[in-house]
């Protein structure tokens, strides 16, 4: 960039700050709510600095719900279902990628089709399905329904890459008498990586922010995160100093993977695109 | 890169004891259970006194407690029936009845409770609501709450009234009580709490349907009966509240949460609601704040019970146990830590008469008030009205986008089943 | 590869993310076009009986479901739009070196991976009509001279629930549109910059051209998430004030699963994906015509 910085610029930094104090400020403001005590909360001249700062609504979220033991569900969960979906999707699209069949386009393109179909749609049935083979309730159904529900963009974000991996490396180690899972360990899965971290980032979050599925398919025992903030929308009472902890602290684990990934998600985003 | 592998390692090292953890908490013991689902509040030191009283009270039954998120508490409940994995004992509202029963899921409860110690204590009203019109015994009582108003007392002085016992003084207070106080052209306290939001059709009902003697949802022949004169007018009435800006703004969206931050931050002067915010509201409000009775239409007072059941499910597989677990919960010694706890209305005699809730006026208030109140129609279409129906026609009548009268009018249709 | 016999192999790779998506996806969709036939009332179940198309004719008198097509388009198009012009805007920036560039990339995913429902309930608060933050720094700020009740209005309900959820869907776009925008060969502008041409026929030539598959294939994923989405809505306003934040996704929720009517919430899901249907096929026949223009 040059030195001289014209008035475009200036206007244009401008514009920059106000977008990201368009997406920052609401968090700030979660922030200071959660600081707050309940009597400055309902004040009606709204402070912008707590008056007397407590992390008391922390300390009563964390001990009196089950606001951790829901996180930890809601990680694990994340993981295995982005574990799962990538190796799932990695394979199909493989298949995809580098065998011509009859029939390939229709199945690609009936996939993407699935997406238009509302969520809602498949709640109840889903339901009865999950109570037909038994597992209603447990955290299964939850690793399967959104493993489930992120395979068809994984597929075809996979594709993408698996078309930019040269055929030619494959062929050779095919010559020197490697099988397809060999070369798939040896030569795709190393190669794919940043598909790999993108697709697993892109299923992460999907499952991480899911409710719908969590607040239908759980318990109390195996709820989620979303499920458990979600409950301290009382009968009696509305918790905002409380869910504005919630919020906060929810973040952090996700903010933390993100911020040691966020170059192989930009860089896997990249692989992606170039075949756009 | 050598931060990325610990975190992973880390991360390994958490789900492999978290997986482990949630399986290992198997019991291998056969002893009956009993599920009970009841909606949460953030009184979870409820639920863990509950817990440990009952093992206090047996061993032999061992208590499950499953909290259910309140605002998704009925469809789960119905989709659990629906196929067939419906907790034991459940929470309820009584207008829940028709469908539970529709559905063939509540255990006849008729003559169970017969050989209970502490039946003669029931009152007579507390039965006839377990029996909800039937003539088997579907439910048992859990707790019930009255209505009433609560007002500011130092706003009150202020505008020089006497706490309201008619609509017209009700009226009066709302439009003197909607104030700008600083003179700053924006006003800073309103009149009353409006409900636009589900549920609000209590709140509704009590200012509205009190213009006419002995009216009620439902005429003797079971047909809907909104459409009458002077119910649209008190409707008209009602809705022009809003419209008078005596109400907040918000009031088309307002929940029970929303009137309750209102009145506690002091943007309301009037409150209907009943002794469960009771605590609450004092703690903010302190000695500014008293209860009365619901203003008088030209029909008297129209009272509204606010009554939770306990059901148990016909295709539980430890109904007797489930039973036990009712006896217990519904004895005093029990009813009394749960109503001083949750501020919900004891009704078992020798509970009413204790001092902690004699001493207090919100309690004696509710207390009082119980065997004179409504409890509101019990039908196949009151859950479509509560849940839906009523706010959005509501809603839209009070936005101008229809009228009082058709809002009726959808209403009525609706409760007919149209 | 093409013709040695028949080769399984492919069969055998696709065969788990086919058996996943027949059973979790495809049987669920089934059963609840064919209950969409039948009046089917969780808590009316005894009752359930085939009625052929009552339950898409009914839609049609069902002033909700009228005033959901209107909003539905709304809140698709301007979500969609809004969050596609900021998210390149921002891309745009991220782009080129600049002091703190790392944190504003990192910050501005921060939306993406809030859940729905905190989503839901943090702007609750902000629009909150009496406590909330957003109306006490607009009358600061001298830009209202009263407080508007964001989410009771019924001109301000959709629109502030809208901002919302732009305000969710930026990060997408953002790292989608970064990603396409880094592997635009950097000699390109150099040339042009030689040639003396201005930033905006720079981003005309080189740069529109080169993300446009990009943006036409994540605005397409954007609109079916958006069309889909209930959890804020619902959350937020339930579709008020009255029917003014209802939503097609949004109705056929309310109907399956808070009204329990199981098989007029599927009549309403099932128009709801034959309109997304539509959609995509007039989208993809207009946008295809725009790759080959440039």
Request: glycine content about 6%; overall charge negative.
């Amino acid at each position: 960039m040059v030195g001289r910085k014209s008035i475009a610029e200036r206007l244009s930094y401008i514009l920059l700050i106000l977008i990201v104090a368009f997406i920052v400020i609401p968090y700030i403001w979660t922030f200071i709510t959660s600081l707050k005590d309940t009597h400055e909360l309902y004040s009606t001249t709204v402070s912008y600095l707590p008056k007397d700062p407590t992390l008391d609504n922390y300390i009563e979220l964390f001990t009196t719900t089950d606001f951790f033991p829901a996180m930890g569900r809601s990680l694990v969960i994340a993981f295995l279902t982005a574990f799962i979906a990538v190796i799932v999707s990695s394979l199909a699209a493989y298949g995809f990628a580098r065998y011509s069949f009859r029939g390939r386009h229709v199945i690609l393109n009936g996939i993407l089709l699935l997406y238009m179909f509302p969520t809602v749609l498949y709640l109840t049935p889903l339901f009865l399905v999950f109570r037909q083979i038994g597992i209603l309730g447990t955290s299964w159904c939850l690793l399967i329904s959104n493993c489930t529900f992120t395979i068809p963009f994984s597929i075809s974000l996979l594709t993408t890459y698996i078309h930019g991996i040269p055929k030619e490396l494959e062929e050779a180690a095919e010559i020197d008498g490697a099988g397809l899972p060999q070369r798939l360990v040896r030569i795709v899965f190393p190669l794919l990586k940043p598909g790999v971290v993108a697709t697993a980032s892109y299923v992460f979050i999907s499952a991480w922010n899911e409710y719908l599925f969590a607040v239908m398919f759980t318990s109390s025992a195996t709820r989620t995160l979303t499920v458990s903030l979600a409950s301290l929308v009382g009968q009696y009472d509305i918790r905002w100093d409380m869910i504005s902890a919630g919020a906060v602290t929810a973040i952090i684990p996700v903010v933390i993977i993100f911020l040691v990934f966020q170059r192989n998600l930009v860089e896997g985003m990249t692989a992606g695109a170039v075949k756009g | 890169m050598k931060m990325k592998r610990i975190l992973l390692i880390a991360l390994a090292v958490f789900m492999c004891t978290s997986l482990i953890a949630s399986g290992s908490s198997e019991s291998k013991e056969e002893k009956p259970t009993v599920t009970y689902w009841y909606w949460e509040d953030i009184q979870g030191k409820h639920v863990e006194m509950l817990a440990d009283r009952w093992k206090e009270y047996t061993d032999d039954i061992e208590l499950i407690l499953e909290p259910i998120p309140a605002g998704n508490f009925h469809d789960r409940l119905i989709t659990a029936v629906s196929s067939g994995t419906a907790p034991d004992v459940f929470q309820m509202y009584t207008d829940w009845i028709p469908e539970l029963v529709g559905l063939g899921a509540l255990e006849d409860l008729t003559g169970k409770f017969d050989d209970w110690e502490y039946i003669d204590e029931v009152p007579d009203y507390m039965i006839d609501l377990a029996y909800a019109g039937y003539d088997r015994m579907y439910t048992f009582p859990r707790s019930v709450l009255t209505m009433y108003l609560y007002c500011r007392t130092d706003y009150f002085e202020e505008i020089g009234m006497d706490y309201p016992k008619t609509m017209d003084e009700f009226y009066e207070a709302a439009e003197k009580l909607t104030r700008d106080l600083d003179g700053d052209g924006v006003i800073d306290t309103y009149g009353f709490g409006m409900r636009g939001a589900t549920n609000g059709h209590s709140m509704w009902s009590s200012l509205v349907f009190n213009a006419k003697p002995g009216f009620d949802y439902f005429d003797e022949d079971g047909n809907a009966q909104l459409m009458d004169p002077a119910i649209i007018e008190a409707n008209q009435k009602y809705i022009d509240m809003y419209k008078n800006g005596w109400v907040p703004p918000t009031a088309p969206t307002d929940g029970f949460n929303e009137i309750l931050q209102n009145f506690r931050a002091g943007v309301t002067g009037m409150l209907y609601h009943h002794v469960g915010s009771s605590k609450t509201v004092t703690e903010s409000l302190g000695d500014n704040v008293v209860a009365v009775p619901l203003p008088a239409g030209e029909g008297g007072v129209f009272g509204v019970q606010e009554v939770t059941n306990f059901g148990i499910y016909s295709g539980s597989k430890n109904k007797e146990a489930a039973l036990i677990f009712l006896k217990w919960i519904n004895s005093p010694e029990i009813q009394s830590v749960i109503c001083e706890e949750l501020q919900q209305v004891p009704w078992l005699e020798s509970v009413q008469k204790m001092d902690k809730f004699q001493d207090n006026v919100f309690f004696k208030a509710s207390i009082e008030s119980l065997p004179d109140s409504h409890l509101l129609p019990i039908t196949t279409t009151m859950s479509q009205f509560t849940n839906m129906a009523w706010p959005q026609n509501f809603q839209r009548a009070l936005l101008g986008e229809i009228t009082g009268e058709e809002m009726l009018q959808n209403l009525n249709d609706v409760l007919n089943g149209v | 590869m093409a013709k040695k016999k028949i080769d399984l192999t492919p069969a055998i790779l696709i065969l788990p993310a086919f058996i996943l998506v027949v059973c979790v996806i495809i049987y669920p969709i089934i059963s609840a076009v064919v209950t969409s036939f039948r009046y089917y009332r969780l808590t009316d179940i005894l009752n359930t009986k085939f009625i052929g198309f009552d339950n898409y004719i009914k839609v049609w008198s069902d002033d909700a479901f009228i005033a959901s097509l209107p909003n539905t388009f709304k809140w698709v198009a301007a979500t969609v739009i809004s969050q596609f012009i900021i998210g390149l805007t921002l891309a745009l920036f991220l782009n080129r070196p600049f002091k703190g560039r790392g944190i504003v990339r990192s910050l501005s995913l921060v939306p993406w991976v809030t859940p729905g429902v905190v989503i839901a309930l943090i702007w609750t608060w902000i629009y909150n009509g009496n406590f909330g933050v957003l109306n006490d720094i607009l009358i600061k700020l001298g830009l209202i001279s009263a407080k508007i009740p964001w989410l009771s209005n019924a001109d301000t309900a959709l629109n502030s629930q809208i901002v919302t959820m732009v305000w969710q869907g930026i990060p997408f776009f953002m790292i989608m549109l970064l990603a396409s925008l880094q592997t635009v060969p950097s000699d390109l502008y150099e040339a042009a910059v030689i040639d003396g041409t201005s930033v905006i026929q720079r981003f005309r030539y080189i740069t529109w051209p080169h993300i446009l598959p990009t943006v036409i294939s994540t605005c397409m994923l954007r609109v079916i998430w958006v069309f889909n989405n209930v959890e804020v809505l619902y959350l937020m306003t339930q579709g008020g004030p009255g029917y003014n934040s209802m939503t097609i996704s949004l109705n056929a929720y309310i109907q399956a699963q808070k009204s329990l009517n199981f098989g007029y919430g599927s009549a309403i899901a099932v128009y709801g994906t034959l309109m997304m249907i539509a959609f995509m096929i007039l989208y993809r026949s207009i946008t295809k015509r725009f790759i080959e223009e440039e």
